[in-house]
């Protein structure tokens, strides 16, 4: 008899099994039957008087979850909340690197005065002070506002309806709903993003997420974005509606991203990471009024200055790396010209040339020292800088050979790139595996020189470089 029972179990499991094969759904249906089942025996059992008038959960649900309004509030939130972020970092950024940096002239003062050697005060100060400036200056202030923001809206119940709008496309996409939150995360930080994986219960989703999540821009690539956008975007039309063009331009790189991450994720788990997508069946909350004091203290100290942390442990030696390939020469030229001249053959197939590819080479530990090295090598000078105008840089970089299509292909390449040291430091800790980090990192640099080719040839096709 116990035989027969087991037996019986095993053709059970091998039914639904094959049914799973045929139909990803059939799971969602089976788990939807039980939630129908019971919320019945529920109904049945307990009974709840509601005295409201308007049932405004459902209300809300109605409209935020909705395929017509939906999709649009949730780009709008997005704009929103980059918009917030990039406005408001502005003043404190300005305010941070002015502190920093008024502080490193009183540092090299003090070597000076101890007569301490050039190439010391060079890696020292030069070197590793003025890359950690650039990447607090740079990054602290939009974390500790989108963090926040990001915190306040899981506070309030809204990132479980993103969740929700978002899940049949990733289910689609072979992977986990879950991975919207994980993928939101990423626009602070991608390591941030990786991290919030270990919300996706099944190893194979959880990998996908980590690997794709790279291509959502953190803020440290957002510097580089804007101003590109700002230079070669904004500047084709009137001037008082340049940042908003500027800013759409943003929007479309990140839907781009995102497109990325759903085509990938499909590749992923169609080949070396096959399985059927899990269900996600997802109970909405009720909406919350956000308690504002733990929302600051979570997000400031469990996510800001633990990716901070992260990001200033990897910078500090790649301002030291970058300060010798710029001031060491081989017969009376550096060894960053070299170096740039050997990829720029290469980087010239992809729309960009050997100074740019050499800048996202020595901005692996931190996305937001990109610009600087740029900047600091076509002026040939020894040490980061940062120029003080959107004009003067892009008159720098149209003298150096820039078109709309450089500035378009620069902005890909950011966005698609291997993804930052903190990040693959992240990724080697979540996933304990070499593997996977050297996997991630290959599969996204691919993308990126395969997309950025791809353009450069069809506008040079079209007769536009």
């Known amino acids: 008899m116990e035989n027969c029972t087991e037996k019986s179990i095993n053709d059970i499991e091998k039914i639904i099994s094959e049914k799973l094969e045929q139909n990803a759904s059939f799971g969602d249906k089976i788990v939807s039957k039980i939630y129908e089942k ?25 409209i935020l979850t909705s395929r017509i309004t939906g999709y649009p509030i949730m780009l709008l939130m997005l704009c929103l ?15 941070l690197a002015n502190l920093l940096f008024g502080l490193e002239e009183k540092i090299s003062s003090l070597f000076v005065f101890l007569n301490s050697p050039e190439w010391l005060h060079g890696i020292l100060v030069l070197g590793i002070y003025r890359t950690l400036a650039w ?6 202030p939009p974390m500790a506002i989108f963090f926040p923001l990001f915190t306040l809206l899981e506070d309030l119940g809204y990132l479980p309806r993103v969740a929700f709008n978002l899940d049949n496309m990733f289910r689609k996409s072979g992977t986990h709903g879950k991975q919207a939150l994980t993928m939101s995360m990423g626009f602070g930080c991608n390591a941030a993003g990786i991290i919030a994986c270990r919300i996706i219960d099944s190893p194979r989703e959880r990998l996908i997420a980590i690997i ?37 331009a943003v929007v479309l790189i990140v839907l781009i991203g995102i497109y990325f991450t759903l085509l990938i994720s499909k590749l992923l788990s169609k080949t070396v990471l096959k399985g059927i997508p899990s269900s996600f069946t997802l109970e909405l909350p009720p909406y919350r009024k956000p308690q504002i004091g733990k929302v600051i203290v ?19 030696p790649a301002g030291a790396i970058t300060w010798i390939v710029a001031n060491t020469t081989i017969g009376d030229v550096s060894i960053l010209n070299h170096v740039a001249g050997f990829l720029n053959p290469f980087a010239k197939l992809m729309g960009l040339d050997g100074f740019i590819l050499m800048a996202f080479i020595l901005g692996l530990p931190a996305n937001e020292i990109v610009l600087p090295i740029l900047i600091m090598s076509y002026l040939s000078k020894g040490a980061m800088l940062e120029f003080e105008s959107i004009d003067s840089l892009r008159q720098l970089l149209v003298n150096n050979g820039w078109t709309w299509v450089t500035g378009l292909n620069v902005m890909l390449f950011s966005l698609l790139h291997f993804p930052c040291g903190t990040t693959l430091l992240t990724i080697k800790k979540e996933t304990n595996s070499i593997k996977w980090t050297v996997f991630t990192f290959v599969l996204t640099t691919s993308i990126a020189v395969l997309v950025t080719f791809a353009v450069n040839t069809i506008a040079t096709l079209l007769g536009w470089v």
């Open 38 to 62: 019971a919320e019945q025996i529920a109904n049945d059992v307990v009974k709840i008087n509601d005295t409201r008038k308007i049932n405004w959960d459902k209300k809300l649900d109605d």
């Open 81 to 95: 909340i980059f918009w917030i972020t990039i406005q408001g970092a502005n003043y404190p950024s300005a305010l």
């Open 298 to 316: 979570r997000s400031i100290f469990d996510r800001t200055l633990f990716v901070l942390g992260r990001a200033i442990l990897i910078a500090a």
């Open 135 to 140: 990447v607090v200056s740079v990054m602290l």
């Open 212 to 248: 794709t999540n790279n291509f959502v821009p953190c803020n440290g690539r957002f510097p580089t974005l804007i101003a590109i956008a700002m230079i070669f975007i904004g500047v084709f039309i009137s001037k008082e509606y340049s940042s908003l063009a500027a800013s759409l």
